[in-house]
Each structure stands twice: as C-alpha cells, then as structure tokens.
C-alpha cells in the first residue's frame, strides 16, 4: 500500500479547461466515496477476449481492494493476466484506473481490509488467507472470497461538474 504522487500530469480537455489535481479523485477516495458506489473491474480472458464486471471496491492507503471468489470468471482471468481496469463514477469526477491486481495473502493486511469493510457495514471476517461473511454481490460466487489488491499507475478523470476537465495522471 502506498499513497501515490503524480509524476506526470496531461491535460486530456479539449475545450480549454485546466487539468484537474489529483487531490479531486484522491480526497473522494480518501474519504470513502468507493464504498456503495459501481465499480467495473475489466480484465482479459486467456483468449484475449474483453470481461467487464461489477465489484464492490474499498480505498485504503493509495490502493484500490476488491473481493472475488477463486472460481468466478474475473479471478480466472486475473490468474493468468493481472492486468486490468477498474472504473467508477464518483461524485464529481468519471475515472478509469489503469493497473495489476494481485491476490492478498498477507494476514495483517486481511485483517486491516476486513476491518475496514466492517465500519462500513459488511461484516466479513478473515478465514484461512479469505473473506466469509452473510453476504457478498451475487458474481463474486460463494464464500470464501479472495481479496485483491489493485495498484494502479495511470488514473484518467473526466469531471461532472465545475470545475470540468479531463485529465492523465501517470504514478
């Protein structure tokens, strides 16, 4: 986990606006907008093939967490390809990440993500290196859930509402 600095910054606006901070998306993220909010997770099936799915994601120190059952099609994929997107819209900013998603095996780490998921009312608890709860979305497949950490290095936004813009960030 690890907070990010840009390092490079481009301006995608074409109508004149100037490029956005990153502290827009980082200060909503921070303060949990991820939470309830759609999330699409884009990865690459083993024959080069597109999938899109619906996720549940959670910001905790400059990394994006997702949960999966191992069977699902996405956890699959992610096996043989962790390359991936994730999108979402958040309250006054569109973004699509660009990046890798690893599978968490790290206990402290289970625990602090769990905890987190907890304070925002989905009460999973860590079980053998996975998530177990009452529930999860219907395409994360059954219990136990395999937690992944996305670590991105390029984020695009496309502001909703003034100030607009769009705008590269590249970590």
Same mark, same amino acid.
């Given at each position: 986990?690890s ?47 597109p ?9 905790? !120190? ?6 999966? @059952?191992?069977? +699902? ?6 096996? $043989?390809? #962790? =390359?991936c997107?994730?999108?979402a ?16 095996t ?14 925002? !009312? ?6 053998? @290196?996975?998530? +177990? ?6 395409? $994360?497949? #059954? =219990? ?28």
């Amino acid at each position: 986990m690890s907070e990010r600095i840009p390092i490079e910054t481009k301006n995608l606006d074409i109508y004149g606006h100037d490029p956005l901070p990153w502290s827009r998306p980082h200060d909503l993220l921070a303060a949990g907008v991820f939470f309830g909010r759609p999330a699409f997770l884009g990865t690459v099936r083993p024959d080069g093939r597109p999938h899109s799915a619906g996720i549940g994601a959670i910001w905790m !120190g400059g990394d994006i967490y997702f949960t999966s @059952g191992p069977l +699902t099609r996405k956890a699959r994929n992610l096996v $043989a390809n #962790p =390359a991936c997107t994730l999108s979402a819209k958040l309250e006054t900013l569109d973004i699509v990440f660009e990046g890798e998603a690893a599978r968490v095996t790290d206990g402290e780490t289970l625990e602090r993500v769990a905890a987190l998921c907890r304070e925002t !009312g989905w009460p999973v608890q860590v079980e053998n @290196g996975a998530f +177990t709860g009452p529930y999860n979305a219907p395409s $994360a497949g #059954p =219990a136990p859930w395999d937690l992944y950490c996305f670590t991105f290095h390029t984020a695009i936004g496309n502001a909703t509402t003034e100030p607009h813009g769009a705008t590269r960030w590249r970590f």
